[in-house]
């Protein structure tokens, strides 16, 4: 298979549609993926109620709040030692470039803000493309492990760095924020059911298309 397009409907017609990201806010998008690196999404959410409850979920709140402070309530999402400190610098960040104002935040041009997400301390490009993707709907395809490992299997392509698979599929779909949020919850759902690090690729779907999963049901 080499087309990205034709895995995509098959991937919709198997999973439905995901409707990812699950949040209230594009703020609370921000920091579901500031403390989602090297945890669960489950973890995630808990955090996210902790803030919630103690009324931390708030730009300017953060901002404020000690980084004990919120560590107390993130510490379920794991790194507590670094992720209280990255969420409350990069929320002073907010308030010091727009008072806060993620619409003022996003409605730049996408390289200057995925310039600006990618200086903050421990913001990579998996989480910059998924804040400007879910958060200010600017059309980055977000990649993840995930992504690598269904698209080098399915022979969609070889290279394994971040900016060549994006590259391929942006390249290869259209521009589209609402179509790329569905792809990559489903290329997630994907991994998480049958393209496991040890295959089901009998239920797959895209298995007539895929020389990996060929062989290992041959």
């Not at 290329?187 to 049958?194: E, F, G």
Request: aromatic share 10%; charged share 25%; hydrophobic share 40%.
């Amino acid at each position: 298979m080499h087309d990205p397009a034709e895995a995509y409907r098959r991937l919709l017609d198997r999973y439905g549609p995901q409707r990812w990201w699950p949040a209230e806010t594009d703020f609370e998008v921000i920091v579901g993926a500031l403390l989602m690196q090297q945890t669960t999404w489950a973890n995630v959410e808990r955090a996210i109620a902790n803030l919630r409850e103690a009324g931390l979920l708030d730009v300017h709140a953060l901002a404020a709040a000690s980084a004990a402070a919120i560590r107390r309530h993130v510490r379920v999402a794991g790194l507590y030692r670094t992720k209280p400190g990255r969420i409350k610098a990069f929320c002073r960040h907010l308030v010091d470039r727009c008072d806060g104002d993620l619409g003022a935040y996003f409605g730049r041009p996408t390289a200057e803000v995925r310039a600006d997400l990618r200086a903050q301390d421990g913001v990579g490009p998996e989480t910059a493309d998924s804040i400007l993707l879910y958060a200010g709907r600017h059309p980055v395809f977000v990649v993840d492990a995930y992504t690598v490992r269904i698209g080098t299997r399915l022979g969609l392509f070889r290279a394994r760095e971040y900016e060549a698979v994006q590259r391929f599929f942006e390249s290869g779909l259209p521009r589209d924020v609402a179509a790329y949020q569905e792809y990559h919850a489903l290329l997630v759902a994907h991994a998480k059911a049958l393209c496991r690090p040890r295959p089901k690729c009998r239920e797959c779907p895209l298995l007539a298309a895929c020389s990996f999963g060929r062989r290992q049901t041959s």
